[in-house]
């Protein structure tokens, strides 16, 4: 059973517009969901997270939002930039120390 | 401050050989973990620990053992590599907070069996 799921393996975008990542998920009893961002031969970064009690969070030009109802959440780039592209992981957290993670979306901003 | 280093970077083995991966973080994290990365299958948690001595399985455990002797370092044992091995190995570290346990990676080891 797969508990968080990110249905496109990839999505591409011109610099400048907006990117918008999605995650579903299954799990009723996460607590908050994370965002990390990985480059090629590097390891995942931590990029944004939310808290199950919020709908939305912003830092700078990425924004995520939460639709609990759904059991839905994105994120968002605006304006993208060439140097966003990367493969973007979503993952669930709860009451554990353990995180579930989604299989990655690959983003590419072209030029 | 290195944050979660790994080694080594690369390693090819043959089937049936067996090796050990080591992550260290410096951040006196008191939980660590170690991923898989396959092509289609995201992050998989393979065994993590949460605290030195103490260790547990995850999602993917069989084929690999695991060791936290101290509080700093987290090893990941092939006994025996099958080419199903074959992956990107993730070792991570986290500690709890208000928002939850965010995790740290390190920049993974590509390991090949043949």
């Known amino acids: 059973d797969q508990q968080v799921k990110q249905n496109s393996p990839s999505l591409s975008v011109q610099e400048g517009r907006i990117s918008i990542l999605n995650c579903d998920y299954t799990?009723?009893?996460?607590?908050?969901f994370l965002w990390y961002k990985k480059y090629p031969a590097e390891g995942p970064t931590f990029l944004i997270s939310?808290?199950?009690?919020?709908d939305k969070n912003e830092d700078g030009r990425f924004t995520v939002f939460l639709n609990k109802s759904a059991k839905h959440l994105s994120l968002h780039i605006v304006p993208s930039q060439p140097g966003d592209s990367a493969v973007y992981f979503c993952a669930g957290g709860g009451a554990t120390n353990k995180l579930i993670f989604g299989t990655g979306t690959l983003l590419a901003v072209q030029p | 401050n290195a944050g979660v280093t790994q080694t080594p970077k690369f390693r090819v083995l043959k089937t049936g050989q067996s090796m050990t991966l080591l992550c260290a973080q410096d951040?006196?994290?008191?939980?660590m973990y170690w991923y898989r990365q396959d092509p289609g299958m995201g992050l998989r948690l393979i065994h993590y620990s949460v605290g030195e001595g103490t260790t547990a399985k995850g999602e993917v455990p069989d084929g690999y053992n695991v060791s936290r002797l101290k509080k700093q370092n987290f090893l990941l044992g092939l006994e025996s590599a099958a080419p199903s091995q074959t992956s990107v190995y993730f070792c991570?570290?986290?500690?709890?907070?208000?928002?939850?346990?965010?995790?740290?990676f390190g920049p993974g080891t590509r390991l090949t069996v043949t």
């Open positions: 939310i808290s199950s009690i919020k």
């Open positions: 951040m006196n994290h008191e939980y």
């Open positions: 991570a570290s986290s500690f709890r907070h208000p928002g939850g346990y965010e995790q740290y």
């Open positions: 799990n009723s009893m996460f607590d908050y």
